[in-house]
């Protein structure tokens, strides 16, 4: 990850390439994709707690079976 000195070439770099005037537009692009990735992760996460949440359910609800004594032979 650069740091300091490093971001004064990388953002002068991003110009050169990209030129001034499409910056805004650069930068509304991208906080737009953060956002949808950031809504995207939240979504993943709600899926997966209402399916736990569902596999919790149907495991309390399922019955376990109750023992069974063993049964001893009869000696004639």
Known sequence: MPS???WFIVLAVVLVI???SQ???LAK???KAQKEFKDGLADGQE????????????AAR?????PIAP??????
Do not use: W
């Open 4 to 6: 300091g000195p490093e």
């Open 18 to 20: 990209f030129g001034g």
């Open 23 to 25: 910056l805004p537009k």
């Open 29 to 31: 692009n991208l906080g």
């Open 47 to 58: 899926e997966m707690s209402a399916e736990q949440k569902a596999r919790d359910a149907a």
């Open 62 to 66: 399922s019955e376990t079976p109750t």
């Open 71 to 76: 049964v001893e032979p009869k000696h004639d």
